[in-house]
T-cell receptor
Framework: GAVVSQHPSRVICKSGTSVKIECRSL??????MFWYRQFPKQSLMLMAT?????????EQGVEKDKFLINHASLTLSTLTVTSAHPEDSSFYIC???????????????FGSGTQLSVL | QKEVEQDPGPLSVPEGAIVSLNCTYS??????FMWYRQYSRKGPELLMY????GNKEDGRFTAQVDKSSKYISLFIRDSQPSDSATYLC????????????FGSGTQLTVLP
């Protein structure tokens, strides 16, 4: 089945540094990718939606200058957390939506997530 | 009021039990309903995907949608310890309203 690869799975960094997370769709072309943030024992919170070749659409309250999203190709989207601070520590998950020949139903597949810890 | 309500649990059941997980929603535009399973510190995995009202069965899993009551359920038969995870319901509309709205997730533990 479709696979979404997300790297790294875990990153620990010092406050003030930038961290880049990659999300790749391996079996299909992802016209749209989503980035979520999840705190312990809470549900996924949508941060932004990115479409290939265009600027990302950010949810209310998400700083676009802090969370830079690039969706340069149909198989790759990146999220860069700039000047990370301890309050940015969280579990970040990407998902990809694409056209799959599955009775016309569009599905969403998730990456394995990235645990970011900012010291 | 949240668009999607889901009891967070935690829910503990003995191995072999039938598990019932539920979500209610308020947006009548939702047409596609999904259940995801998420193990700790992992991305969600799609379990069931249904369109509109009705039942769908896949192995030990059965998804039910009742649009008139705005209520969806996931049943797990013969539950196993490996089913221990957080289960998230998700739903979306069609056309321009295609973003998923998630429930808060129910944490399930199946005891051996």
């Amino acid at each position: 089945g479709a696979v979404v690869s997300q790297h790294p799975s875990r990153v620990i960094c010092k406050s003030g540094t930038s961290v880049k997370i990659e999300c790749r769709s391996l079996d299909f072309q992802a016209t749209t990718m989503f980035w979520y943030r999840q705190f312990p024992k809470q549900s996924l919170m949508l941060m932004a939606t990115s479409n290939e070749g265009s600027k990302a659409t950010y949810e209310q309250g998400v700083e676009k200058d802090k969370f830079l999203i690039n969706h340069a190709s149909l198989t790759l989207s990146t999220l860069t957390v700039t000047s990370a601070h301890p309050e940015d520590s969280s579990f970040y998950i990407c998902s990809a939506r694409g056209t799959l020949p599955d009775r016309g139903l569009e599905k969403l597949f998730f990456g394995s997530g990235t645990q970011l810890s900012v010291l | 009021q949240k668009e999607v309500e889901q009891d967070p649990g935690p829910l503990s059941v003995p191995e072999g039990a039938i598990v019932s997980l539920n979500c209610t929603y308020s947006n009548s535009a939702f047409q596609y309903f999904m259940w995801y399973r998420q193990y700790s510190r992992k991305g969600p995995e799609l379990l069931m995907y249904t369109y509109s009202s009705g039942n769908k069965e896949d192995g030990r899993f059965t998804a039910q949608v009742d649009k008139s009551s705005k209520y969806i359920s996931l049943f797990i038969r013969d539950s196993q310890p490996s089913d221990s995870a957080t289960y998230l319901c998700a739903m979306r509309g069609s056309g321009s309203a295609r973003q998923l709205t998630f429930g808060s997730g129910t944490q399930l533990t199946v005891l051996p």
